[in-house]
């Protein structure tokens, strides 16, 4: 008798590794090799850029549909909705996403800009996707029911969030995929604002902080295949209609440079605002943060009775502001209560963006500075519209200090180059007057409240460069000719002051040697010879007054010292540098080097 | 930050909140998933299907948008005729949020604003609408009225102008005449009446063979003294309905105004017949009929008939001098400073020779007769208002007299 067992049931590893040589098998049979490399590391960082772009412009195409979904379920298609959804509506939606964001979506809170910065600087590119998700519906749910928050920055972290994922599942080498992050906020960003030059701006502006070729390309890619994205879906047309602009005369830009310091002293309020509140409210009960956004909500909805305006991104009510259709004294209110509102909803907790708010508290500033010159000076004065885009351009240099992506922004959308000379003015005024009474920019401000030190892209602007003319010294020694005759050399080199000596070949290329070690050597060596069949082939490395020190740390190497020559005449020796003087130099300019507040670790 | 945690594979730190290495892991995927290739190609599929959906949730988000704003612009229309200005604003800026660059919604909010005295707000608007497309003749029509309104002449002759070259949905040339129309009816009112003249004689050569707007322009050119062209266009509607009383009336008064009264009372009597409530036509006709009756200068009249006209001529003046004095209190006798009394005074020293049969014979004497008639009319028209009747017939005769049409 046979006794038949029953067959156990497959592990699943077992499985695994059959349906795995199963798969090898097909693939040999087909002659397919998947694992060939088709594409290298290079060549695939680009097209993951441009496939980054695709899903990121994809996913901000949804994101808007689903910020205007919510707002249209919850507050119906009117503009104006009745009093008891404007109080309900804010309010429960902030309970639900408190709840959305403290159970499944920590780390959705927050605007998504130092999130970004944290994946790229603190958690090598590493971005969870359940937080694209999180921010996706709790940003969507916070600004459709009234937050008066934005979706660029989500859109920005959302975008960084598939990149990291998609960097991560293909495999890219740990530094690729710390930079796949901020290709992927670009993307998001440009998606989210329908304008490519100012994403890539502000990623390099404030979350890489330099220029780098190796990550410009693919930033750029990306940017503009989300942007393509966009525009296939949801039009050509920019986010505002844009007014006309001429300077009607010079005397006009004194009115700017009035916006300039409005702009400045507004921004001032809402950092100081959210400076002061926020860590008040964090270091509240963790039950209260439950409420936080809803209380935000009541009272955003309490403002939004009389002013409803203020609920929501409100860039309806930004392309009215720039067409003139508010009173100053309606747009100063709008200005004001939506630096209030803004302030509750940021620092509440409630997930969402600043750069929508920054642009409407600007546009209703400019707007209202404009409505107030027009009135008095008419023959001055051009059209007000022009003064509310200018003055979202200053919000976004004196709130979020990015001077160079707030005068591309202005510029990209308003396709208006001529508009340039108001736009600086403007800006850098405001930029200079945030700096000056808050020298800690808001998102460095937000990052150390939170306990993390990331790098400050505007101190890194700020940092006093060590150059090589700092460290160098003059040359005491002698310098030898290589074609010199070995005893006459050897008799000039031991007159030298330095131990080391140069020696130069006629052609700019330098050559060293201690004055022993030329002793040593040139005992072994016949009568006649010359110094160049003594010496190495291989030229000393040389540098230039103002190569940075860091540069010269690099080139040093093991020498004793290294030539600093003039750029103009490689011959003509400046100076040495000497590891001594590099390290006085350091600890001399060393102090000077951080002109911000960076404050010491607790 | 749990940074201690570190992967056994690649010894990196494992970020906070990860279970494992996200670099390393094999957690996510089956083998396949793992090759950069099969996940290249995964990927592709996945963009392609997210295309679809996104395409599907645009389409239906853009057809909610375009329902929502087409009823909102249903609501402001409604709400615009019943002359409800505000709510009709209201409608239309939330038919915009819905519809954001649609010309018409742009073109009816401005409206609206309008309607509600925000001018600037509305200026802006169509400023904008006509930055975007110049030659939208709707837009510049409302800007011409917004100048017009701000009595700013010169912009609102030129938006007229834009007006009337620009595009027009349905019917252009009717729209075009309208505008026209519109333009003259401002010059008419801004006291330029050679520029009206000019723009009507512009819509008449475009005219079509409609009685009813060939009468109707023709009345506009008599208002700006263009009484030929309009007499043409009055007799080309009496062509095509010969028993209109508003033609007949029209070249009726056209001929009055012209000094041709035989022909002006013709055509007044035919309009009288076909409707006898025209009370101004009557009027007319009556003046032009006492223009007949007492002008003694009218060809091919007997010389005894002329010094009676000129008789009765004289005794009208008289009676209107000695009315118009005895109105403002004035006693002919003893007012020495007044030219009514230097006039009564020189009729008076006149009157003596005046005899029919003087008047008859002497046609200088006839002359000098109508000429002092003409000069006491003038008098007092001037000193107590347009003249009526018999008079008006003798202050038309002097006009006609010095040259000048009437």
Known sequence: MTSTSPTPPASPIATHTAARAAWDKLRKRIGWEPESEMLGEPQLFLLLAVIIGLISGLAVVLFRIAIDWTRLSVFGSDLTPPPTRTLLVPTVGGLIVAFLVIKFFPRARGSGVNQTKAALYIYDGFIPFNTVIGKFVCCALAIGTGQSLGPEDPSLQMGAGIASALGRRLRLSREKVRLIAPVGAAAGLAAAFNAPISAVLFVIEEVIGKWTAGVLGAVVLAAVSSVVVVRWFLGEQPLFRIPEYHLVHPAELLAYAALGVIGGISSLILVKLIGYARPRLKALPRWSQYFQPAVAGLLIGVIGLGLPQVMGAGYDFIDQAMHDEFTWRMLALLAAFKILSTSFSFVSGTPGGMFAPALFIGAMIGGAVGSIEHHFFPWLTGQVGTYALVGMGTLFAGFLRVPMTSVFMVLEVSGNYSIILPVMISNTIAYLISRHYQPTALFDLLSRQDGTDLPSMEERREEVSVHVENAMRAYQGTVLNIEEPLSTALARADASAEDFVFVEDGTGKWRGIKKEELRRQAAQMPEGATLRSLLPEEALPHLHPDHVLEEALRRLGDLPLLPVVNRADFRKLEGVVTLAGILEAYREVGPRRFKGTRPQPA | ?406
């Open chain 2, 1 to 406: 930050m749990e940074l201690d945690r570190r992967c056994a594979k690649c010894g990196q730190a494992i970020p906070w909140g990860e279970p494992e290495c996200p670099l390393c892991s094999e957690r996510l995927g089956y083998f396949w998933l793992q090759r950069r290739d099969t996940f290249l190609i995964l990927v592709f599929v996945l963009i392609i299907l997210l295309f679809v959906i996104t395409g599907y949730a645009v389409r239906r988000y853009h057809a909610v948008e375009r329902g929502l704003a087409q009823d909102w612009y249903s609501r402001g229309e409604q709400a615009l005729m019943a002359g409800h200005a505000k709510a009709a604003l209201a409608d239309f800026r939330n038919a915009l949020a819905y519809s954001r660059d649609n010309p018409l919604f742009q073109l009816r909010l401005a409206q609206a604003l309008v309607a509600t005295e925000r001018v600037p707000e509305a200026r802006t608007y169509l400023l904008n609408l006509r930055e975007r497309d110049p030659g939208n003749g709707p837009v510049n029509l409302e800007l011409a009225r917004l100048a017009v309104r701000e009595r700013a002449t010169p912009e609102a002759v030129q938006y007229f102008h834009d007006a009337v070259y620009s595009d027009w949905d349905g019917n252009p040339a009717v729209r075009r005449r309208t505008v026209r129309l519109e333009l003259v009816d401002f010059l008419l009112h801004s006291d330029q009446e050679a520029a009206a003249r000019a723009e009507l004689i512009a819509v008449a050569s475009n005219l079509p063979p409609d009685a009813k707007l060939q009468t109707q322009v023709g009345a506009l050119l008599m208002k700006a003294g263009g009484y030929d062209d309009a007499l043409r266009l009055f007799r080309q509607a009496l062509a095509a309905e010969p028993r209109s009383a508003p033609a007949l009336v029209g070249a009726g008064e056209c001929y009055f105004q012209t000094g041709q009264y035989t022909q002006a009372q013709r055509y007044l009597n035919r309009a009288l017949q076909q409707d006898p409530n025209l009370t101004q036509a009557a009027a007319m006709r009556d003046t032009a009929r006492a223009v007949l009756d007492l002008d003694p200068f009218i060809p091919r009249l007997g010389e005894q008939e002329r010094g009676q006209r000129a008789r009765e001529a004289f005794d009208q003046a008289m009676t209107r001098l000695e009315a118009c004095a005895a109105q403002r209190g004035i006693d002919l006798q003893s007012a020495h400073d007044d030219p009514l009394h230097t006039l009564y005074a020189q009729a008076t020293t006149f009157q003596p020779s005046m005899r029919q049969r003087s008047l008859s014979r002497d046609s200088e004497l006839l002359s000098n007769t109508m000429d002092l008639v003409f000069e006491i009319e003038k008098a007092a028209s001037q000193a107590c208002g347009e003249p009526q009747g018999l008079d008006l017939a003798l202050v038309l005769i002097a006009r006609q007299q010095e040259g000048g049409r009437p």
